[in-house]
């Protein structure tokens, strides 16, 4: 084993940051090329997130009311297009939390503004105008409970140094263990196009896919139980699978010397081509896809992750509206028709803020809070109602009933499912542990997601993976983005292990170093 033994002589003058928001550097000195791009770009962008584009939104002209929720939803879309820019200059790669304010940012603060402007929004707010007030203001609580909890996390004091040796060990990723993951992949997946009737099906609509499962007998009532299993089997291991070899090829040169392994990973695309296209899975899921590949194809890349979160908003203002081409058949199929770049994001999914505010007034109208019922059931969202009859349903769904809606595929924000379950200070709680969580988690990341890093290291392909999953467990139910997330936790149990190369002590014999070199090959895929 190999050890980086150079020591300075003495502690280096600390370099100045690269831009405002950016925290200690590790990714070179102030001098940098990308470091003074950084700089020149810093002012620009942040001002246009923060200010330019959110007060753009709110001069145009439309049949909005200028009240106190208006002018909170301005305070919050500039509250978050300020975390926003410090996440992309930042100058560590902080998946997890950019991902979150990236959200937040679109979701619950332009488009919400914009449908405030016009006075349209996607989804009827059935309740007085001060319930979306008080959504408005939670989602700012719980968005500053977020950044505390980063605090807290930032300040959190070192470790012990007597801490256990496997807690230091990187988990890594066991090729043969992978390659049964790989087997079961394909046997999942093959299963998933046989139900609903051959690989065609996948290329025609989401209607057509949900036809072919409730043809296959696996989405009976109420129960989606089935549902969900299938299509998180058919879809998730194949992912994970994907995932993992693209990894082994960008970091290892004996991998890509193997043929095995190169038509190993074609035969994966070629099978996520099928299953995990955007035609036939939801625009969040294919979301989570493109974000995981990304980062897993530039492992190391502060560039492509700037990049990757700037454009984002692009994507989020102009194309993601339009995304649900595929939603529909040719029949049903109804294209949008604006006369303004606002209105597609009041005619969308851009539901949270009001969805919020119905949870809100869903609440005050008898039913108070569940004190962990709804959780409970994403939890145990395998439970078929059949065992448990009294099962909690997705909270969207509940609160669309209880609204009337003919549609309800409703979402419910990670806010609201924390207030109804909760109230408002186990919310708060709720996503400064989330922020603590996400905080530490980068840290992490960022000190084990290096060109050092063996190829077998599991965080380079797991914190990407759930910084894109993310925005489908920030948008909600929870009880729909629980199926895929258990279905994950397996398939990552099955390939984990702890698994290192200890080195070799002083004048081992060269059949035990060849064993030795055999044993991390097989555990890290090096």
Known sequence: MTTDIRKPSAAPAKQPAASPFEDESLWGRATLPRTLLSRALSVPLALGFTVFLPLFVAVQTGAGVRDAAFWLQLLLTMYAGARLSAMVLTSRRKLLQGSFWLFVYMAMGVAPLAQAVLGQVPTPVVGPRSDLTVAIGLVLLGCTAFDVGVLLARHRPAGRAGGSQKASKPVMTHRRRLQLLTVLSFMCSAVFIMKLGGPAVFF????????????AGVSNGDGQAGQALLRGFGTVPALLALLLYTRWLITSKFARRKVSVIVTWAALAGLNLVVNNPISNPRYWFLTVMFALLFTVFPVSAAMYRVALSMAVVVALLVFPFADRFRYDEKNYRPVETTSFLEPMALKDYDQIGMFANTITFSNSGPGHFYGRQLAGSIFFAVPRAVWPGKPRDTGVMVGQWMGTVNTNLSSPIWAELWLDFGPLGMG????????????????????????????????????????????LLRGPLLQASGRVAIAALCLALVATYRTDSGLPPGAPRARTRRRRAALRATTGV
Request: no cysteine; proline share 5%.
């Open 204 to 215: 025609s609509s989401r209607q057509e896919i949900i036809a072919g499962i409730e043809e």
């Open 429 to 472: 709680g709720g996503l400064l542990g989330m922020g603590y969580a996400a905080a530490r988690v980068d840290r992490r990341y960022a000190k084990r997601a290096t060109r050092s890093s063996p190829p077998g290291s599991l965080i380079s392909v797991v914190v990407p993976l759930v910084a894109g999953y993310s925005f489908i």
